[in-house]
């Protein structure tokens, strides 16, 4: 795609904007960046990039008169298709795109993608590294928190890329066609900005949407959804399961990832030789295994990576140990189904913080993993009196509400006794009380870090 002396619209100033502004800057873009927030100064989003600088700010209210001539708008992450600002593009016919299809257009080399509601960023890390055990030029980027757009100008054809995609990124592709790709499991989430589970559901599929029969998908057989859409794909098919042993495929048994080919299976790596925790990690290294092989990672490589693999940060992250507790930080479990593995992954009895921004979610089915796990709930933020109902409902009465979350990382150590955890997974996203969970998670730490040095 051709940028030089087009008028680009960036919307939004975060970290995809600047990415995606200065990868048009180097393009030749002419830039108007506009943002939302009218409470911004113009001076400010300035001093962000230097892509910024000689462009054209708009803040607040988007007009007619400020669009008009547009070739191209592109949109971060964050920002929904059905904001006004949007069908007024759309109404003013100015095509518009995403960050990540701005990356892929602008990108080279070859291209691996994974989506999934849950265990995406530790598929794609572990993915990074089973690809840098074999090629030389290895990108991880996209949702796991580096810009595909930051990256895509020093691609070389032989670069190898491994991204993480969300469902908001999906939104805006069309031309995108990973070599590779994945969803890992779709279960509800981000019904405030999808409404439904069908569109949810669309959004994720869309990954595979140019695939064809020289590309591979890897697919978790057990879900029911993704085992119904393999069979309509052109593209070939390679399933992993943590239930059913496969003719074809990764299955995990008996505490063993197997590889199957025609009904014939080979011991990939024992379970215990991981350094991550729970049913479901085992299911993020067989995706990630099973899209290393088919990038043509050999298998004593990447039985060596997997082995070498430490848990990401912010997922079922070990902390500390205190006095006998043990101290996790799954701050990146932000919705039901992410909590869940996080409280099947415990090996100790658990008392658990959860809560946060209310995404439209129903917390009953994370409840009823609770018996024999959870010993105490500490509830906070904006979803804390709808998943105290929630426990009311389903006959978990060992909760109890605090206000801050200082107070509940203090009261979790006041309940757990030696041989116990304290987990953070709050089973609900970080907007209003955290820019992200990222920074929740890192304020557990550092929570956690004063409990320590309090403790001697």
Not at 328 to 341: C, E, L, Q, R, V
Request: hydrophobic share 40%.
């Amino acid at each position: 795609m051709e940028f030089q002396q087009k008028k680009v619209l960036v919307f939004g100033t975060g970290k995809s904007g600047i990415a995606a502004a200065e990868l048009l800057q180097k393009k030749g873009a002419l830039l108007l960046i506009y943002d939302g927030n009218d409470k911004l100064s113009v001076d400010e989003v300035k001093s962000r990039s230097a892509a910024f600088r000689d462009a054209e700010i708009v803040l607040g209210a988007l007009t007619e008169e400020k669009i008009r001539g547009l070739d191209l708008a592109v949109l971060s992450p964050g920002v929904s298709p059905e904001k006004p600002e949007v069908q007024l593009l759309r109404k003013q016919q100015i095509p518009i795109t995403g960050e990540i299809e701005l990356a892929y257009v602008c990108g080279v080399g070859r291209l691996a993608a994974i989506t999934g509601t849950n265990g995406k960023t530790t598929t794609t890390a572990l993915t990074g590294e089973l690809l840098a055990a074999h090629f030389g030029d290895v990108r991880v980027v996209g949702n796991i928190g580096i810009p595909y757009t930051e990256e895509a100008c020093s691609m070389t054809e032989e670069t190898v890329t491994v991204a993480e995609i969300s469902s908001y990124q999906l939104e805006t592709t069309d031309r995108f066609h990973p070599e590779v790709s994945a969803i890992l499991n779709i279960t509800p989430d981000h019904l405030d900005r999808h409404h439904t589970m069908e569109n949810y559901i669309a959004a994720k599929e869309r990954i595979t949407a140019r695939q064809d029969k020289n590309d591979t998908v890897v697919l978790n057989y057990e879900d029911p959804v993704l085992r119904a859409f393999g069979e309509t794909l052109p593209c070939n098919v390679v399933w992993f399961s943590s239930e059913k042993k496969l003719n074809d495929g990764l299955f995990f048994e008996n505490g063993v990832i197997y590889t199957a080919s025609a009904g014939k299976a080979e011991p990939l790596i024992e379970v215990a030789k991981l350094q991550i925790l729970g049913k479901h990690n085992y299911e993020n290294a067989m995706a990630a295994a099973a899209i290393a092989g088919a990038m043509g990672v050999p298998r004593e490589k990447i039985i060596t990576a997997l082995t070498s693999f430490k848990a990401v940060e912010h997922r079922i992250e070990f902390v500390a140990e205190i006095d006998g507790v043990r101290y996790y930080n799954d701050s990146k479990g932000t919705n039901p189904d992410a909590a869940i593995k996080a409280v099947e992954a415990m090996e100790r009895r658990t008392v658990l913080i959860g809560g946060g921004y209310d995404k439209n979610a129903t917390y009953e089915e994370w409840i009823h993993t609770f018996p024999g796990k959870v010993k105490k709930l500490i509830l906070l933020g904006q979803t804390a009196d709808k998943i105290a109902a929630a426990c009311e409902a389903c006959g978990f009465l060992d909760y109890e509400k605090v206000e801050t979350f200082a107070d509940a990382v203090h009261r979790a150590a006041g309940c757990a006794s030696s041989g116990e955890a304290v987990l953070l997974s709050p089973a609900c996203a970080s907007w209003g009380m955290f820019v992200n969970f990222e920074e929740r998670g890192k304020q557990f730490k550092e929570l956690v870090m004063e409990l320590q040095k309090s403790h001697g």
